[in-house]
Each structure stands twice: as structure tokens, then as C-alpha cells.
């Protein structure tokens, strides 16, 4: 990703934190007139893989993506296939199996099933999947994320009144129920 930091609606240093917490191996640049050291310090720190200030010449600017995706070529891929309850997920192709069905999924679909299945380990709050699969405020008061649940769990449950890949912990919100 080449990253404006002065972006008109959203920050560039928040884009950035919230593609580095989405897709940790995607190299970012960011390219800005802000050039100060405390400026590149805090776009590095907030996830930057490089930061370039105008003004630039173009052969630095592509030596500097050839570089970063030499880096990239080594870092092993997310996984992309999942399995849970017999149920196959291709979530490069946003695509489920069952059996010999296949079952379309939406990028967001996907995005809440990444998400969860990176953080299997415990429960996932309703707010953080807003801001982490929608881009929207954690505070936002919507029944996005459950009608969304709900959905998806018609889509890819053996029995959608017993989930088992998407599971509700109460007060809090979901987790990866899949072993």
C-alpha cells in the first residue's frame, strides 16, 4: 500500500494501524510532505514498513516498493483455508464447502471469519468487529454485526440454531467455536 498520511476524511496513521491489525504481512509506504524525524518516528511506529516525504524522485520511489517487496517474497501468507465442523473456507476466494456445495461469501463475511479465527483464543467484541472488518466506530449502536452473524451462520451451519463455527458469548460477543 502506498499511504497518504493527509488523507481528507480519515487519518493516514489510523489506516495504517488498521490495515497493519488486519493484514499484518501487507507492506505499507507512506508517502507524505510531513518530514520532520517525530513525523517518520510515529508513521514507523504506528506500522509503516517505510516512509518517503515529498518531494521524491521516481526512482527512489521504485527502488523503495522493489525493496519492500523483496521483503514480502519471504514472509510466509496468511492462511487463507480454513476448516471447521466440516465445513471448508477459502477465504482468498470468499467461498465456503460443504460437502459438494459451494457457498458464496461477501469480503465481509470473510473479514469476520479471518478475524475470528486469528483470535480464536478468546472472545471477540461486537464493537471490535466494527472497527476491525467494517472500518466503522467500536461505538457505533447497530445490529450490524449479529443480523451479519445470523446470516452467515444460515450460510455455512450444519443446524443455524446450533452454531458451532461462530459461537455467541453473552455479554461480550463471538468467537471461533470451530475446532
Given at each position: ?80 483455508l480454513l ?15 460443504r460437502g ?6 461477501t469480503p ?72
Amino acid at each position: 500500500i502506498l499511504l497518504d498520511l493527509m488523507l481528507p476524511k480519515l487519518d493516514g496513521i489510523e489506516v495504517c494501524q488498521r490495515v497493519r491489525k488486519a493484514r499484518p504481512g501487507l507492506p505499507i509506504l507512506m508517502l507524505t510532505a510531513r518530514g520532520a524525524e517525530e513525523d517518520k518516528v510515529r508513521g514507523l511506529k504506528c506500522g509503516a514498513d517505510d516512509y518517503v516525504n515529498t518531494p521524491f524522485g521516481a526512482r527512489e520511489l521504485l527502488a523503495r516498493i522493489e525493496a519492500l517487496g523483496r521483503r514480502v517474497k519471504t514472509v510466509p501468507a496468511e492462511p487463507e483455508l480454513l476448516t471447521a465442523d466440516d465445513c471448508q473456507f477459502d477465504l482468498g476466494r470468499c467461498e465456503a464447502s460443504r460437502g459438494r456445495k459451494i457457498i458464496p461469501l461477501t469480503p465481509r463475511e470473510c473479514g469476520m471469519l479471518r478475524w475470528l479465527y486469528r483470535h480464536r483464543a478468546r472472545a471477540v467484541a461486537r464493537g471490535e468487529l466494527l472497527e476491525q472488518v467494517w472500518g466503522a466506530s467500536p461505538d457505533m449502536e447497530t445490529r450490524t454485526v449479529d443480523v451479519t452473524v445470523a446470516n452467515l451462520r444460515h450460510k455455512i451451519a450444519r443446524d443455524p440454531a446450533d452454531p458451532r463455527i461462530i459461537v455467541c458469548v453473552n455479554g461480550i460477543g463471538y468467537a471461533w467455536g470451530g475446532k
